[in-house]
């Protein structure tokens, strides 16, 4: 694998061989010794030019646990902030003999169009409103666990709700095209305002009836309300927002039994999601967290791993 721009990228064979390996990278986080030698001598350039806390510091840590080293760019401190175009910056630093770039920006497909000007590998770290590849990932990795701690394998016959703010969602498309490979059936939960353009032709059911989908999922996942990317008014109220597609307290009551809650991070607690519900037992949100290292350190490794193709050196 060259690139990871989309999770249309991955075969099934590559999907589900990045998430076995995360299993066995997992088991790193609960050593004394975080460390493995896979990429010694390799260099992970993280680029950051849209705020970040968990993709980015999972990245990083990733890159250490694996021995590469790693070095972290954001659009403050760099030559961007004087005006030096992307492209610039991205030939300058591909320069410089370094083996794989991990990008965040804040435009739809910036981060491909820069895995065209280099020859390093180029992952995915969010761009704009289009894919998030690592977290569909990472988010199918802890929805595999818990299914697994049923007593169930595969996403075959699985409900996965996926609820809020559709249109500004990156996490939502890169689920989509995810589940489209691994077999999960995804229905869309949002108000008419937040469904992007052409969602009917995404392949999944869409509804605006959270309370009708609710007790049926096997997974409800909440998406935030990007309020930073809303420049009109899409929903009256947060407190109105909340009585429509919150998973509030009293809709938490009313999920299935073995249900689990995910939602990708920052949450904003009272709008989209209770605090009982993001802090309740079958909340899988701390689990993705922890699976977002794991299956970092997995996609690094399928990408830098063993092989020179089309790295620099
Ligand atoms: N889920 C996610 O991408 O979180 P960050 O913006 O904190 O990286």
Sequence with gaps: MKHLLSAADLSLAEAEGILDLAEQMQQVQTRPVKKLP??????????????????????????????????????KGSSTSKGESLR????????MGVDAFVIRHSSSGAVAQAADWVKAHVINA????????????????????????LG????????????GDLLHSRVVRS???????????????????????????????????????LGQADIVMMLRVQRERMAGGFFPTPREYSEGYGLTLERLQRLKDGAAICHP?????????????????????????????????????????????????
């Design 88 to 95: 610039d910056t991205m030939l300058t630093l591909d320069a």
């Design 175 to 213: 689920n989509v095209l995810l589940q489209r490979t691994l077999g999960g059936e995804v229905v869309l939960v949002a108000p008419p305002t937040l469904l992007p353009t052409g969602v009917e032709t995404w392949g999944c059911e869409v509804t605006d009836d959270f309370d009708a989908v």
């Design 126 to 149: 969010g761009d704009g409103q289009h894919e998030h590849p690592t977290q569909a990932l990472l988010d199918a990795y802890a929805m595999r666990r818990h299914f697994r701690q």
């Design 152 to 163: 169930s394998d595969g996403f075959a016959g699985k409900r996965i709700a996926i609820v």
């Design 265 to 313: 991070g920052p949450m904003n607690r009272g709008v989209e999601i209770s605090s009982e519900a993001a802090d309740a037992a079958n909340s899988l949100v701390l689990e993705q967290v922890a699976a977002g290292v794991a299956v970092r350190m997995s996609v690094l490794y399928h990408i830098l791993g063993g092989s020179d193709e089309g790295v620099n050196a």
């Design 38 to 75: 896979a990429l010694r001598g390799r260099t992970i350039i993280n680029m950051f030019f849209e705020d970040s806390t968990r993709t980015r510091s999972s990245f990083e840590i990733a890159g250490k646990w694996l021995s590469a080293d790693t070095i972290n760019v954001s659009a």
